[in-house]
């Protein structure tokens, strides 16, 4: 049996409740089918020159990779960090009947 393409993509933001408002906004809008919130994490990264320690909440979306383009065109309308982390991870493998909900649910 063939299932859907699905991807899991990920972003940080530094509040829980952006995490949340980014999260709700893309179910709402049908970009993902679901969305996780996990935080705070430590991010460790380099900014104009300079290394940088923040708190930051990651969000992992579940969406077809049909929808890509428009979760990403959703998180950078949202998003507001000028820069903000948006990475799409294959989901090589996993149960079917979940596949096609995604796929359901980011039908629009």
């Known amino acids: 049996m063939e299932t859907p393409d699905c991807l ?3 972003t940080t933001t530094d509040s829980a409740e952006k995490a949340a408002k980014l ?3 893309a179910v709402a809008e049908r ?3 679901c969305a996780q919130i996990s935080g705070p994490v430590t991010s460790v ?3 104009r020159g300079e290394v940088e320690t923040a708190a930051e909440w990651r969000v992992q979306f579940k969406t077809a990779a ?3 383009p428009a979760l990403e065109a959703y998180l950078r309308a949202a998003h507001d960090y000028e820069t903000p ?4 991870v294959p989901v090589v493998a ?3 009947d979940y596949l096609r909900w995604v796929a359901e649910e ?3």
């Open 45 to 47: 990264y380099r900014w």
């Open 85 to 88: 982390e948006i990475i799409a």
């Open 31 to 33: 970009v993902a089918a």
């Open 106 to 108: 980011t039908t629009p």
């Open 8 to 10: 899991a993509v990920l």
């Open 66 to 68: 049909v929808r890509y």
């Open 23 to 25: 999260a709700r906004g």
């Open 94 to 96: 996993g149960g079917a």
